[in-house]
Nanobody
Framework: QVQLVESGGGLVQPGGSLRLSCAVS????????MGWYRQAPGKERELVAV???????NYAESVKGRFTISRDNAKIAVYLQMNSLKPEDTAVYYC??????????????WGKGTLVTVSS
């Protein structure tokens, strides 16, 4: 069974930085796409950043220029470097992994989330 485990969340002041990590364990296989989603209180879960096939990246407009997603294929891990954090970045951040199947995708795997709170 595949497990995704996030770490690195916490409390940070506005303008600060955090680095989230997501490690994959269990029946390890290669994810074609790994990403970060977030869900703020009272809001729907939204995509933050995704890295596809190891090098193609997409970011939400709200985090472009501030967040950077990266992947370590040897460790089967994905990271999210978050700089210039704003209070509106406060949310639970979830790691996501997907594998292609034919022309589509198999169901996603999700981590349990890590809380990021940006506040003075």
């Amino acid at each position: 069974q595949v497990q995704l485990v996030e770490s690195g969340g916490g409390l940070v002041q506005p303008g600060g930085s955090l680095r989230l990590s997501c490690a994959v364990s269990g029946n390890i296989f290669r994810f074609n796409a790994m990403g970060w989603y977030r869900q703020a209180p009272g809001k729907e879960r939204e995509l933050v950043a995704v890295i596809i096939d190891g090098d193609r990246t997409n970011y939400a407009e709200s985090v472009k220029g501030r967040f950077t997603i990266s992947r370590d294929n040897a460790k089967i891990a994905v990271y999210l470097q978050m700089n210039s954090l704003k209070p509106e970045d406060t949310a639970v951040y979830y790691c996501n992994g997907q594998t292609r199947h034919g022309s589509g995708w198999l169901p996603s795997y999700w981590g349990k989330g890590t809380l990021v709170t940006v506040s003075s």
